[in-house]
């Protein structure tokens, strides 16, 4: 099914747009804003707008008047981005000559590295080549399938600490699935940020994989936690000043997706790869007295 709703709207009242991912960029419609560099943004199929420089947002439909069936917008929406997604997977397999990853690291236990499948190769694989000396985790989509591998170098003088496969492909948030009945999630940088608070006890969270990864289409992104019953999202980035203006950066873009958003500021130059089990459980309990008022 083929939804053009807002493109022949916006032809229909003489709107100059250009289509940047799943939206379509027009100059602002607050009449106090002279937007001469285009920067609100529409959703296609849903119609919701928003700018991201004066903050003006709202839905186009009802903008101009017109009423629609919004839940049958959604669900066409939700069945493009599902075929989508389903497109984009890889379905990669672990190698058969892989060997479960045992014992701790970095203070995290090896029961939480089992439940994420992770691996270590006892030599150069012929699919994973340069992937020796790393722990391995695969990154799986919200269906289940393995869509990249990523590796972390376990010698501090391993270069480059981190490295995926297949090298170029797109990665999702991850985990992809929330525990069930959560209605909050919370979003830190990278992977060993989100088994170390998984590892504490803090099971409602994922990993970003770095700024610009979630900057690249935010909304298909948070797709799957939407679906979920996600509400709220909080943004626990490092406590120095890159990680306070990346979770400024991010707010907005997640807001703009209807979710509420909310910074956790951190003390200054701490990690959530680093933090204590007394700390992430102080931070799990705020998240998780959110999540029982919702």
């Not at 032809?11 to 747009?17: A, W």
């Not at 994420?116 to 992937?131: H, I, Q, T, V, W």
């Not at 591998?149 to 929330?178: C, D, E, V, W």
Request: aromatic share 10%; hydrophobic share 35%.
């Amino acid at each position: 099914m083929e939804t053009r709703f807002v493109e022949d709207l916006l032809k229909q009242k003489g709107i100059q747009f250009n289509y940047s991912g799943h939206d379509v960029v027009v100059k602002c419609f607050n009449p106090e804003h002279d937007d001469s560099n285009p920067s609100m943004r529409i959703d296609k199929t849903t119609g919701m707008f928003n700018c991201f420089s004066c903050g003006f947002k709202g839905n186009i439909f009802k903008y101009y008047g017109i009423l629609t069936n919004q839940s049958l917008l959604k669900v066409a929406k939700l069945k493009e981005k599902i075929a989508q997604f389903k497109a984009d997977t890889n379905g990669l397999e672990v190698p058969p000559v892989a060997i479960p990853w045992t014992k701790s690291y970095r203070g995290i236990s090896a029961n939480t590295f089992k439940d994420f499948n992770a691996f270590y190769l006892p030599c150069d694989s012929e699919r994973l080549k340069g992937f020796e000396d790393r722990l391995i985790i695969p990154i799986t989509d919200i269906t289940g399938k393995i869509r990249v591998f990523q590796g972390r170098h376990t010698l501090s003088s391993g270069n480059p600490k981190y490295k995926n496969y297949p090298s170029h492909t797109p990665l999702n948030l991850f985990p992809a699935i929330m525990p069930k009945g959560s209605t909050t999630m919370v979003l830190v940088e990278g992977i060993m940020d989100m088994l170390n608070c998984y590892d504490k006890g803090l099971r409602n969270v994922a990993c970003v994989f770095g700024v610009n990864n979630l900057e690249k289409d935010t909304k298909y992104k948070l797709l799957a936690y939407k679906t979920q019953g996600i509400t709220k999202i909080f943004i626990m980035f490092d406590g120095d000043d890159a990680g306070r203006n990346a979770a400024r950066k991010l707010k907005p873009l997640i807001e703009a997706c209807e979710f509420e958003c909310e910074i956790i500021s951190l003390e200054d130059d701490s990690d959530p790869g680093e933090m204590s089990a007394e700390y992430i459980k102080s931070i799990g309990e705020y998240v998780n007295n959110e999540n029982m008022r919702n």
